[in-house]
């Protein structure tokens, strides 16, 4: 079975389908728990951006290779 949840434009999956929509929001929603979870914990601006940047790129790797492998590939014409 082909899964054909993102495409891809330039370096950005852009979903397509429902499952890619909801990955998508899955992430976002993930991302904001994780940034108010570290601000209430944090003691500066610079503490709390420390920590988020980290988790904001495992955050988008995840959702990179999920994107990659769920890519719906354009067969070319020769």
Same mark, same amino acid.
């Given at each position: 079975? @082909?899964?054909?949840?993102? +495409?891809? @434009?330039?370096?950005?999956?852009?979903?397509? +389908? &429902?499952? %890619?929509w &909801?990955?998508?929001? +899955?992430?976002?929603?993930y991302?904001?728990? +994780?940034?108010? $979870?570290? $601000?209430?914990?944090?003691?500066?601006?610079? $503490?709390?951006?420390?920590?988020?940047?980290?988790?904001?790129?495992?955050? %988008?790797?995840?959702?990179?290779?999920?994107?990659?492998?769920?890519? %719906? @590939? &354009?067969d070319?014409? $020769?």
């Amino acid at each position: 079975m @082909k899964l054909n949840w993102f +495409t891809r @434009k330039g370096i950005i999956y852009r979903p397509i +389908t &429902v499952m %890619g929509w &909801v990955i998508l929001a +899955t992430a976002a929603a993930y991302a904001i728990f +994780t940034f108010i $979870d570290i $601000d209430s914990r944090s003691h500066s601006v610079s $503490d709390t951006m420390i920590n988020f940047v980290f988790n904001l790129l495992l955050i %988008g790797l995840i959702y990179t290779i999920i994107a990659y492998f769920t890519e %719906g @590939k &354009v067969d070319s014409v $020769d």
